[in-house]
């Protein structure tokens, strides 16, 4: 899940360091993931240890941006075909801003 310099800020005004949770790909800031789960995935209660806080990609999932689809359904998620029209249509003016955002920095 890319990052967004706002989502690294609120997750680290809740008390976590950067180098727990951010790794660097392609120039690009990641969750990190630990034992295939995002490391604030709970594993014994399945939910997100920060959820409240959770990154802007968290949120809209499984709505996503593919580089060749653009604005799109993860077709991986088992609650893919729940996705709305409305909701992806709603989705695609959030993203659009986040891949401003990240083209510029």
Avoid: Q, W
């Amino acid at each position: 899940m890319i990052l967004l310099r706002s989502d690294i800020e609120r997750i680290k005004s809740l008390g976590y360091d950067e180098s727990f949770f951010v790794r660097e790909i392609y120039g690009y800031k990641v969750l990190k993931n630990a034992n295939g789960h995002c490391v604030f995935y709970n594993p014994l209660t399945k939910k997100c240890r920060i959820y409240p806080a959770r990154p802007i990609g968290c949120r809209l999932y499984p709505i996503i941006y593919d580089e060749e689809r653009g604005v799109t359904v993860d077709s991986y998620c088992p609650l893919a075909n729940t996705v709305t029209k409305d909701e992806l249509r709603r989705a695609s003016r959030i993203i659009d801003k986040i891949v401003n955002e990240l083209s510029r920095s």
